[in-house]
């Protein structure tokens, strides 16, 4: 028997020729679950994903501004909209460590990479943004670790070339204190590829920036990210 | 070939993937005798009350890793596997789940391997196969015999003598025992001269019940009963769980940490939701009582099963249908009202609603209404507090509350409400059981919703009419096309209330 994942309830196929002969898709969640989820739809800013009419959202001028027009992350793609929905999940995913949980997200995660960086992978390299050393002893895995696998069936297509040095929850900072926090990451390695960031959700986009701006100054050609979901 | 061979004959043993021995291999358990102290017996016994009756990962133990090693090494502690494997089926030893939905595998950092871990339990904290976890097996605390604990002065009406004579009886012969006493009966007072008898010979005593809202309001009113007793709340949001006191009153959750460490087991409400159809919380009480222990049940409305027991005349019981004002249960009015939904899916409420606002009898009664879902209880905020001003009914837009499972505020909203701060309160079936208002009417929208099951609707009706100055209040259920559950909810109070009338003929025969 088929079970939702969120709330273990039986999942009953719809049965036709179709599903006979091709044996139906596997289903993850039930459809009154899945319908909870909300995919992001046009029109969206170009640069960061978030829902909005103008072409270039205030949140991207004001990185603008603030980087002098110099803003090291190319672009941001995303696939969910936040919700509370997803943040109970996405909160039992990877706080309480669920890690099947994730596998739900996987189709989008497939469909949002061929479509927007499919000519840009034969190049480039997916680099997940790290956790720190306690965080993921505490959790036992990296959510971003886990997206970038679900996004390439290519291993050797995900680098990991960051370390975090801080320990705090971006999630618990206003954003004036993560815009002006410290840089949280050293760099490992340098590369001189393009690059895929991948991080579970955008909020303000300062990780996202804090790890492009590094990697720009070590000489990388150009940043892009993907996150799961636009907050 | 040799070296197959040779492989082959140093495949690890079963001694070596035990837990013990993989603990040790990960260097959690030291293998030579570096550093050895001995614990005085006042710090065994410390550790003995913290930890005895436990069963708890790593994690949850806060103790630092040398000293914890020590304990180890001296065999006060004794390490489980987290899943216990057959041919067939494979169970987590805390939550005792096995359905293969509920378990899925994922790779650890700590070991690069996949494990298994079990979804069921997770909130608890999650438990994968390279955890262990730990029972305490050193002395056993002995808890202190206290004499006359409690220190509640009042009087128990006759029927409430009655039950609490039985459970007395339960307690000192450590047997099984149903206390069925409708909505308002006094259930908790019922159990002070057991809790008395239980502590005056040096028991420990839980009170367990499904829901968290029920466990905040048992606190207060347990810790005044029994000033002189430590008295412990252990429920989900709360910081500290330490779990050490002699009283313990826990959502029944949070029992999956225990392990026969109960001598008195009392289960509050336990055909609540979810406690009747989550088959690891009935485990977790049967698993943190001890073998031989007393344990009691409380409920105003029985579930089939329960019914059954009863019937076969497996499990004694004792039932109680009057309050303990003497005042019958507020039988419910049923109104039809078919243009119901329309009304409510427009974010209106219903106008035999309205209708009833007008011929209220007493118009100072706070309104208690339930919806049948969390987004109607939103949406009809706005609206109520519109009429209700109109009516004259309310002052401010303010007296007017949600209150749902997911409502942070929640408890403050039910402690502004009963202060009379709020006047009308908007809720789901979360505020069906266990929480006292003095003085309410009860309405219920569209009481022929599926959430609303005969339990249900019957400890509805018993939120209204609870204070001696105030005994009756109205119940009203609106719906548009009566279900089996509404017929028998009104059917099974008024057959309580019967009851009721003979229960007092005999009393005064005597």
Known sequence: MNRCLWCDEAIVNQFDWLTFFTGGEHQLLCEACLSQLETIRQPVCKKCFKMSNSKRCTDCKRWERFFSGDDPLEKNVSSFRYNEFLQEMIAKWKYRGDYVLGSVFEREIKRAFKFHYHALLKEAVIVPIPLSKSRMDERGFNQSEAIAEMATDDRKKIVQLFERIDDEKQAKKTRAERIFAKNPFKLLKTTNKTVILVDDIYTTGTTLRHAARLLKASGCPAVYAYTLVRG | ?510
């Open chain 2, 1 to 510: 070939m040799v070296q197959r061979i040779k492989k082959w004959f140093h495949r690890p043993t079963r001694l070596e993937s035990h837990p013990t021995e993989r603990a040790r291999r990960r260097n959690l358990l030291p293998s030579s005798s570096s550093y050895f102290h001995r614990l005085t017996e006042e710090e065994e016994r410390k550790l003995a009350k913290r930890f005895e009756g436990k069963l708890l990962l790593r994690r949850e133990i806060p103790l630092s890793d040398p000293q914890f090693n020590d304990l180890l090494r001296h065999q006060l502690f004794t390490p489980h596997p987290s899943f216990i494997k057959t041919i067939f089926q494979t169970r987590c030893k805390r939550c005792n789940n096995d359905k293969p939905s509920l378990l899925a595998s994922f790779p650890c950092a700590k070991c690069c391997r996949t494990h298994l871990y079990c979804r069921n339990c997770i909130m608890m904290g999650r438990v994968s196969e390279c955890e262990v976890l730990y029972e305490w097996n050193g002395i056993r605390y002995q808890w202190p015999t206290l004499l006359n604990a409690c220190t509640w002065k009042g009087v128990l009406t006759p029927a409430q003598e009655k039950a609490a004579n039985l459970v007395k009886k339960a307690i000192a012969d450590k047997s099984e025992m149903l206390v069925w006493a409708v909505a308002g009966a006094g259930k908790t007072e019922i159990l002070f001269p057991g809790i008395e008898l239980a502590l005056s010979r040096g028991a420990r005593i839980c009170i367990a019940t499904p829901r968290s809202d029920v466990v905040r309001e048992l606190y207060p009113r347990i810790g005044q009963a029994f000033k002189n007793v430590e008295v412990e709340a252990l429920y989900g949001k709360k910081k500290n769980k330490d779990g050490t006191a002699q009283i313990i009153i826990a959502t029944t959750h949070q029992l999956l940490r225990f392990n026969e460490a109960f001598d008195v087991m009392i289960i509050d409400e336990i055909d609540a939701f979810p406690y009747h159809k989550d088959r690891s919380l009935a485990f977790a009480t049967n698993r943190a009582a001890k073998k031989a222990s007393a344990k009691i049940y409380l409920t105003a409305t029985p579930r089939g099963d329960l019914k059954q027991k009863i019937r076969r005349k497996q499990l004694p019981h004792c039932f109680i249908p009057i309050r303990y004002h003497g005042h019958p249960l507020p039988e419910p009015k049923l109104v039809a009202d078919f243009s119901l939904s329309k009304r409510l899916t427009n974010k209106q409420l219903p106008k035999s609603f309205i209708r009833w606002l007008d011929q209220r009898e007493r118009k100072t009664r706070q309104l208690l209404i339930f919806v049948p879902t969390i987004q109607l209880a939103e949406q009809l905020k706005v609206e109520t507090a519109a009429v209700l001003l109109l009516k004259k009914l309310i002052k401010d837009e303010s007296e007017v509350a949600f209150a749902h499972a997911e409502d942070e505020l929640r408890e403050e909203k039910v402690r502004q409400f009963r202060q009379r701060n709020i006047y009308c309160l908007l809720t789901t079936t979360i505020l069906e059981r266990g929480v006292t208002f003095p003085s309410v009417d009860v309405v219920v929208l569209q009481a022929n919703h599926d959430v609303f099951d005969e339990a249900a609707l019957v400890q509805i009706s018993g939120r209204a009419g609870r204070a001696k100055d105030d005994p009756d209040g109205e119940v009203i259920f609106i719906h548009d096309g009566k279900t089996e559950a509404l017929v028998d909810a009104v059917h099974a109070i008024k057959k309580m209330n019967l009851r009721a009338k003979t229960f007092y003929t005999k009393e005064s025969e005597r």
